[in-house]
């Protein structure tokens, strides 16, 4: 089962964010998946900012991963849109960053059999014009939102 919300307004996404921020502390690790443009990227500045994040949060598409270490926790925000082979992931050092902070991934797929079984997995996208985030799978998501 799949638990879906609409976005209809950038405040639903960043409602979102303020609901999963205080779920979260070290080796706490949020998959993004969806579309290009889907608000993979505007999720994780809104998330940054419930976390004590006060510099700006961008893309980290062509670098890869940023990390922030100025909130109440490391925030590691990793996109993996341009990763070919696993053993990239680990050049990159995402088992350190799994273990030591928040880790949020955008176009997670290559790092899955790496993540931890509590992964929690945000897919966005569009249903025509319609916003959407889906959660799932459900029993998973019990046991963050009981
Ligand atoms: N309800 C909404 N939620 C999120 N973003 C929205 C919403 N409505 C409009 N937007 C806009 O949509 C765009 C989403 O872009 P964003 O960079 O977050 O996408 P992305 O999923 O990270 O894409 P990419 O795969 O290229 O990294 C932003 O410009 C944002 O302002
Ligand atoms: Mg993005």
Redesign the pocket.
């Known amino acids: 089962m799949t638990k879906r919300i609409n976005?209809?307004?950038?405040q639903?996404?960043i409602d979102l964010a303020h609901f999963i921020a205080p779920l979260l502390g070290p080796g706490s690790v949020v998959t993004l998946a969806?579309e290009?443009?889907?608000?993979?990227?505007?999720f994780v500045k809104a998330l940054g900012a419930f976390l004590g994040i006060q510099e700006e949060i961008d893309?980290p598409?062509f670098v890869l991963f940023k990390e922030y270490h100025c909130g109440r926790y490391p925030l590691y925000h990793l996109?993996l849109?341009r990763i070919k082979h696993e053993d990239e992931l680990l050049d990159l050092g995402l088992l350190d960053m799994l273990e030591s902070g928040i880790t949020v991934i955008?176009w997670p797929e290559i790092a899955k059999d790496f993540l931890p079984y509590r992964t929690l997995e945000l897919n966005?996208g569009f249903d025509g014009d319609q916003?959407y985030v889906s959660i799932e799978p459900e029993d998973k998501l019990r046991e963050f939102f009981p």
């Open positions: 976005l209809d307004t950038k639903d996404t969806g290009l443009g889907s608000g993979k990227t505007f893309s598409s996109d849109y955008e966005f916003r």
